[in-house]
């Protein structure tokens, strides 16, 4: 029979994969960023590629100074963009829905960390309301903040 963890661990799972695919696998580290409270779902990410800390929408400045002939280039269309935050934001909503069934408390805060050589994920979980009590802070705001303080 499969327990709470399985589906939790299942879910975070999947949003690495989605920022892998995003990223053709090439990155080494992947921050991922997630955030509930009430009624606001968000799910954010960026990287570390070649020593660089990059948004997903930079990739291609962190390999613009490498040999230009094997010179990576993703795609980082809005669509793509869109694409990625659209299932990591469900993935999100269903580790909600999972939360509920088991009778567990919903985190308000995961930041998961990830390193793609050693295949490695880490995560910090606050179960506290960060903005919502907060007339000036938004989600974006503590995701700048938590990019800012990775750089």
């Known amino acids: 029979m499969r327990v709470f963890e399985d589906y939790f661990s299942e ?17 080494d580290e992947i921050f991922i ?15 570390r590629i070649n020593g660089k800390i990059v948004h997903k929408h930079q990739l291609n400045d962190a390999t613009k100074e490498l040999d230009s002939q094997q010179n990576q280039v993703y ?11 659209r299932i990591g934001n ?15 408390e919903m ?10 050589k050693q295949n490695n994920l880490k995560g910090k979980y606050k179960y506290d309301l960060v903005y ?10 503590i995701f700048d903040s938590w990019f800012e303080e990775v750089k």
């Open 132 to 141: 919502t009590n907060d007339n000036e802070l938004l989600p974006d705001d």
């Open 90 to 104: 469900q993935n999100l909503k269903l580790i909600h829905k999972k939360c509920e069934e088991f009778n567990k």
């Open 75 to 85: 795609d980082v269309s809005r669509e793509r963009q869109k694409a990625a935050l």
């Open 11 to 27: 879910l975070q799972t999947d949003m690495v994969a989605i920022c892998l695919e995003y990223v053709e696998n090439k990155a």
């Open 107 to 116: 985190p308000t805060e995961m930041k998961l960390y990830y390193n793609v």
């Open 33 to 47: 960023y997630c955030s509930y409270e009430p009624e606001m779902y968000v799910f954010d990410f960026f990287y």
